[in-house]
């Protein structure tokens, strides 16, 4: 009897969900017999919408739990023997370097590092907890953002801070996406006909989180997310990189804590704090053509720092294969992928405007022929996860 894997991807504003057949998971092969996404959680505009062998939509007010209550309500018919469930767990810490079989034990370690990632691992578990509580007896697999960047070397992992403070309290980079990071170099890859070993890849995944990530010769060696996934890009609610000394003036200034302080970075800063409007790049570049101009100082001011980031993570290689965007924004906008690499001065890149404005070829391939390879590949963490799942609860 087939035994299809569950996976669940909590994030901050969202829940994907996809439902796959067993056989043919581990080569990756098999495609979701049921998908679901929910989107803009938390807001009066969420919505979720199931699709494959069921149909469902809807759009109202929903929160995380609500809306994954609400998918394994309406799925629960094809959620019979199922093999197991996998759930993105963004931070693993220096305790989690790899995927794992959640017990009681291991879910009491994931609430120990919580703190470090307070947008989603909240999330993570929370969806953990809610599938064991209605599903008991389905293994669950935590499969984490930060495993792929264990290859990050010492130089690109240590912060410039007393080194007790990484020996004692483990303050590093740890890095995030990488899951979506090892998807996407191992489809690159694929597209590119040539070894993952063997190839040198730029990606940048932007979504409501962005981040980048050099891959040297298939490894992460260096990626712009830190201890948190606050480091780094612009995001939709997150600030990205900041001055440290900016909460200490900001305190000083207004008398707000330090969690205060922490949770308007997180929650209330990147594109939505720019352009006081949103969070979301669709509608922000909608307003912009209304002449927005808090929607407008949002989207250069993105562009430009993923245009830097890009450029700083370069220095890693002697020679790119390929420029790669992923994620929501990465996938889905030619017109932030035009900007950003019209900010990105120093390298020749050109794009081919009408594979940009369609998201690429068959290829991925969007710039001109002869100039440097950019590529727009969609990732498929849900996949990588699956495969994860799969292999873990194999001879459980």
């Known amino acids: 009897m087939t035994q299809p894997v569950l996976v669940v991807n909590c994030g901050s504003s969202s829940v994907k969900l996809a439902l796959y057949p067993t056989f043919g998971v581990a ?15 938390g807001s009066d505009n969420a919505s979720l919408t199931i699709s494959g062998d069921m149909q469902f939509s809807t759009s109202e007010p929903l929160d995380h739990k609500q809306a994954l209550t609400l998918f394994l309500d309406k799925a629960k018919d094809h959620l019979n023997n199922l093999k197991g469930i996998g759930h993105r767990v963004v931070h693993g810490g220096e305790v989690f370097h790899e995927s794992v079989l959640l017990d009681d034990d291991t879910l009491a370690s994931l609430h120990e590092i919580s703190p470090l990632a307070p947008l989603h691992n909240p999330m993570n578990l929370m969806g953990i907890e809610i599938c064991r509580d209605i599903m008991p007896g389905v293994p669950n697999v935590a499969v984490f953002d930060t495993a792929f960047h264990q ?28 899951t979506s990071y090892r998807y996407v170099s191992q489809e690159a890859a694929r597209r590119l006909k040539q070894p993952v070993e063997q190839l040198n890849l730029i990606i940048a995944h932007l979504g409501n989180g962005c981040s980048a990530c050099v891959i040297r010769q298939g490894r992460s060696v260096d990626t712009s997310m830190g201890l948190t996934p606050l480091e780094g890009l612009i995001m939709g609610t997150r ?56 929607a407008k100082r949002a989207i250069d001011a993105f562009c430009f720092r993923v245009a830097r980031q890009l450029s700083a993570l370069s220095c890693n290689l002697s020679s790119t294969d390929a420029v790669v965007f992923t994620g929501g924004i990465g996938e889905h906008s030619g017109e932030i992928r035009r900007r950003i690499l019209a900010a990105w001065r120093n390298i020749p890149y050109r794009l081919d405007s009408s594979l940009n404005d369609s998201n690429g070829n068959q290829s991925g391939r969007i710039s001109e022929k002869g100039t440097p390879l950019v590529m727009v590949i969609p990732t498929d963490e849900e996949l990588m996860i699956a495969t994860d799942t799969y292999q873990m609860t194999e001879h459980d």
């Open 239 to 294: 600030s990205g990189d900041v001055d440290p000394g900016l909460l200490a003036h900001m305190t000083n200034e207004t008398g707000a804590s330090l969690d205060e302080l922490m949770s308007d970075l997180n929650r209330k800063s990147g594109l939505l704090g720019l352009s006081d409007l949103s969070n979301d790049m669709r509608t922000l570049l909608a307003a912009e053509q209304d002449d927005n101009a808090g």
């Open 27 to 41: 080569s990756g092969s098999i495609r979701p017999s049921v998908t679901a996404l929910a989107e803009r959680l």
């Open 151 to 178: 290859s990050l070397p010492e130089s690109a992992y240590l912060y410039g801070v007393p080194y007790q403070w990484y020996e004692e309290h483990q303050v590093r980079r740890y890095g995030f996406h990488g």
